[in-house]
């Protein structure tokens, strides 16, 4: 089957009582059992049913096998944020003394995680140029616990070379993580390309409507024994597990995301043309144009789409604050890949809490607008946003 139809049709782990076709949402924290020895087994993993709802749920399992069904993954843990993806595929990972090799441009909360608080716990960040394969290979070595990149980073977007960066890191044996958050894992086989483990923030494409924070870990099975570690080890212990209505919101949401992705990334690729005739906008950052430095290795990477993500640079900070108050269609908000168009100023928002310093070697400017683009008529988007710079 096509991922469109196994997004809707893949089945339930078990037929519904009553023949639901909706999944219903398992609002139970534990599971009565018929007798003490298939709850011993249970508990102890040797079947696999569910027995305490901060480690498995019917209508969690349900979201995970459909993206296990459509990523082709080992396994999948729904989690109930994009950060306690991150953050538990790294405590699956490391351990005192051991570094973890990323990228200067890194989503604000990774770059805190992954540089202030793992510190605390003796792993060393080394942050560098994951364009550069010379300084990716000088960074990874025996110590490292795994490689970490975004595939289009955000507000740079840069593209990395995915096969280059999954050569270096397994040459030293150390597994490669990509952030998959910024274009639908329904597009393009990330494992394929040489990722080991993917993580996604699900509050972003696949929740769609804004309704829910959530967090995949898609594990390709490729490292010894993370997936055993993840469920038995981290999972149970930091009880970051998805809750169901969540997975029943983001069930719904995967199942018309190959519909909305497809006018969602029409509609960028049609607005970042116009908004490139525009005088008062110095420059329109899209990974779509055929002219950015990009465009080749996205195409050939993600499968032919740029997303729905893109930046405009205005003449100074001011000028984006005046454009954002004037603002009326578009939202003044964070969070991407929303049903709703949605704009912010990166440099005094998400990355506010960083020193201008911090922000320059980040290459986070305070010039820059993000732009979600969203499912309305690209032409009332454009209107709104031409009315704000005048
Ligand atoms: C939003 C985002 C995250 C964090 O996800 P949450 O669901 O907000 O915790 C991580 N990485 C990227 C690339 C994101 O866009």
């Known amino acids: 089957m096509k991922k469109s139809t196994i997004a809707i049709q893949s089945p339930f782990p078990h037929r519904d009582a009553y023949g639901a076709i909706a999944m219903p949402v398992y609002h139970t924290d534990a599971y009565e059992f018929d007798n003490a020895a298939v709850m011993a087994d249970a508990f102890c993993g040797r079947i696999n049913e569910p027995d305490y709802s901060r480690i498995t749920n019917p209508t969690v399992i349900h ?13 999948v843990v729904a989690v109930n944020s994009g950060m306690a993806a991150i953050s538990n595929v790294v405590l699956t990972l ?10 200067r441009h890194l989503f604000g909360n990774t770059f805190a995680l992954l540089s ?7 792993v060393e960040c080394r942050a560098v140029d994951l364009l550069d394969e010379k300084q990716v290979t000088e960074a990874v070595d025996a110590d490292t616990c795994a490689l970490f990149f975004e595939i289009l980073t955000n507000p740079q977007l840069e593209v990395a070379d995915v096969a280059m960066l999954a050569r270096v890191a397994h040459a030293c044996g150390a597994p490669l993580v990509a952030d998959t958050t910024a274009i ?11 990722v080991d483990i993917e ?3 699900s509050t972003k494409y696949i929740s769609g409507g804004a309704t829910t924070i959530g967090g995949l870990i898609i594990d390709y099975g490729t490292v010894k024994n993370f997936d055993e570690r993840l469920r038995r080890d981290t999972l149970m212990n930091f009880g970051a597990y998805m809750t169901p209505h969540v997975a029943y919101m983001q069930t719904l949401g995967l199942e018309n995301l190959a519909a909305r992705y497809a006018l969602q990334s029409a509609n960028t690729a049609a607005l970042a043309r116009k908004l490139r005739t525009l ?15 990009y465009n080749k290795l996205m195409v050939k990477q993600y499968g032919g789409t740029a997303g729905a993500m893109m930046t405009i640079d205005l003449e100074s900070e001011q000028a984006c604050y005046d454009f954002l108050n004037k603002l009326q269609l578009v939202k003044r908000a964070t969070n991407l890949f929303d049903n709703k168009t949605l704009a912010i100023h990166p440099a005094s928002t998400i990355f506010g809490p960083f020193t201008p310093e911090q922000r320059k070697a980040m290459d986070v400017k305070d010039t820059t607008i993000r732009l979600s683009v969203g499912l309305e ?9 031409s009315q704000a710079l005048n």
């Open 63 to 75: 979201f995970e096998n459909r993206v296990k069904a459509l990523t082709g993954a080992r396994d």
């Open 94 to 103: 490391a351990s005192a003394g051991k570094n973890i090799v990323t990228s």
């Open 116 to 122: 202030r608080t793992m510190a605390r716990f003796g």
């Open 184 to 194: 639908p894992f329904t597009e393009f086989d990330a494992h394929a390309l040489g």
């Open 199 to 201: 993580v996604v923030s």
């Open 279 to 293: 005088p008062q906008i110095k420059e329109v950052n899209y990974t779509g144009f055929e002219d950015n430095p």
């Open 377 to 385: 008529d690209v032409d009332d988007i454009f209107n709104d946003i």
